[in-house]
T-cell receptor, first 112, second 109 residues
Framework: NAGVTQTPKFRVLKTGQSMTLLCAQDMNHEYMYWYRQDPGMGLRLIHYSVGEGTTAKGEVPDGYNVSRLKKQNFLLGLESAAPSQTSVYFC???????????FGSGTQLSVL | EDKVVQSPLSLVVHEGDTVTLNCSYE??????LLWYKQEKKAPTFLFML????IEKKSGRLSSILDKKELFSILNITATQTGDSAVYLCAVQNTGKLIFGQGTTLQVKP
């Protein structure tokens, strides 16, 4: 059972570089989410999607873009990475959006 | 603005102690409140609460919701070192899950 899979697990970027984080789920979930976690801050919602082709902003969307071209995939892009984006990124999904979330194992991103 | 606040932010206890973790919230369209445990990696689900006054229980852990006073508590009895973790409270608001800062619990032998 794959569940929610995030790639890559670790990445180091230089300031100004771009990258895309991929989240894939095999549970036929409608809702997908991207969170970031910083020390002492809990999880903060970056963007989310309530279905294929839809995206919406969360609490901290600036500097990130997302796309949900296929139901099973949710991509998080950083166009010009900044040191403030050093964080652990978690993807999550749920079937209806009013029930528990299933989380991926996280991506540790460092921007130098 | 939606807000979820947990207290205390950190807690150190000894094995066998009982702990109570608090979560208060302000959201525009409350749907449910969830508790997660996070050790090294991804959060793992503990409880989902939707109705006031109904206790959810799983082994030594229990939780209850008060929708009038807008808070929830998570109790852990007879704590063990394996309970050491960050405990996260989150509130669902029309498709979004908003998290609190988390409470870091350390249980000493």
């Amino acid at each position: 059972n794959a569940g929610v899979t995030q790639t890559p697990k670790f990445r180091v970027l230089k300031t100004g570089q771009s990258m895309t984080l991929l989240c894939a789920q095999d549970m036929n979930h409608e809702y997908m989410y991207w969170y970031r976690q910083d020390p002492g801050m809990g999880l903060r919602l970056i963007h989310y999607s309530v279905g294929e082709g839809t995206t919406a902003k969360g609490e901290v969307p600036d500097g990130y873009n997302v796309s949900r071209l296929k139901k099973q995939n949710f991509l998080l892009g950083l166009e010009s990475a900044a040191p403030s984006q050093t964080s652990v990124y978690f993807c999550a999904s749920s079937y209806r959006g009013d029930e528990k979330l299933f989380f991926g194992s996280g991506t540790q991103l460092s921007v130098l | 603005e939606d807000k979820v606040v947990q207290s205390p932010l950190s807690l150190v206890v000894h094995e066998g102690d009982t702990v109570t973790l608090n979560c208060s919230y302000e959201v525009t369209n409350f749907r449910s409140l969830l508790w997660y445990k996070q050790e090294k990696k991804a959060p793992t689900f503990l409880f989902m609460l939707t109705s006031s006054g109904i206790e959810k229980k799983s082994g030594r852990l229990s939780s209850i919701l008060d929708k009038k006073e807008l808070f929830s508590i998570l109790n852990i009895t007879a704590t063990q070192t394996g309970d050491s973790a960050v405990y996260l409270c989150a509130v669902q608001n029309t498709g979004k899950l908003i998290f609190g800062q988390g409470t870091t619990l350390q249980v000493k032998p």
